[in-house]
């Protein structure tokens, strides 16, 4: 039974570029959360996809935008990478987005130059 | 939005001792609290959940209770293993809300259990 998985585990940007991090949900799930882990901090919510919408948003600029695929993966896209992007971007999933709970991947460690 | 404080920021134990971390919410609406353990290099593990119809709930050596009056819940573990070592965070959420998804999540704690 396939977890989440993410890719890449690594990823390294300049100050300006745009980068995507692709998951995919564990066997089962169809629904796909987003988070922004910064070093020595708790995850924070970005978005979460559901039926190829989102649903759902934190406090989190336009340069963040997500799509979900019918196979139920998701993309997470950003735009004009700053210096404080840097992080943890973790995935998590669900069965449906109402109240069954989270599973989270090992995340794409993203560094900014 | 919801606030979740969480303490203390790191705990050093004895292996076989027991170990609580205890957490705070602010918004009156959360009604799912999850706690996930998160090893080096790794995302974060569920390792156990509560809803707030429920005051108690164990696994094995791993308990958690919720006090929604006092906004409180708590992670015990008993009988702490050199494993059991790794940041734990605590989570807040409205299960069959609108606004479920968005799990809002402490600061974590550094558990260390000294062998």
């Known amino acids: 039974d396939a977890g989440v998985t993410q890719s890449p585990t690594h990823l390294i940007k300049t100050r300006g570029q745009q980068v995507t991090l692709r998951c995919s949900p564990k066997?089962?799930?169809?629904?796909v959360s987003w988070y922004q882990q910064a070093l020595g901090q708790g995850p924070q919510f970005i978005f979460q996809y559901y039926e190829e919408e989102e649903r759902q948003r934190g406090n989190f600029p336009d340069r963040f935008s997500g799509h979900q695929f019918p196979n139920y993966s998701s993309e997470l896209n950003v735009n004009a990478l700053l210096l404080g992007d840097s992080a943890l971007y973790l995935c998590a999933s669900s069965l449906g987005w109402f109240d069954q709970p989270q599973h989270f991947g090992d995340g794409t460690r993203l560094s900014i130059l | 939005g919801e606030n979740v404080e969480q303490h203390p920021s790191t705990l050093s134990v004895q292996e076989g001792d027991s170990a609580v971390i205890k957490c705070t919410y602010s918004d009156s609406a959360s009604n799912y609290f999850p706690w996930y353990k998160q090893e080096l290099g790794k995302g974060p593990q569920l390792i156990i959940d509560i809803r707030s119809n429920v005051g108690e709930k164990k696994d094995q050596r791993i308990a958690v209770t919720l006090n929604k009056t006092a906004k409180h819940f708590s992670l015990h573990i008993t009988e702490t293993q050199p494993e059991d070592s790794a940041v734990y965070f605590c989570a807040a959420g409205n299960a069959g809300g609108t606004s479920y998804g968005k799990l809002t999540f402490g600061q974590g704690t550094i558990l260390t259990v000294h062998p």
């Open positions: 066997s089962g799930h169809d629904t």
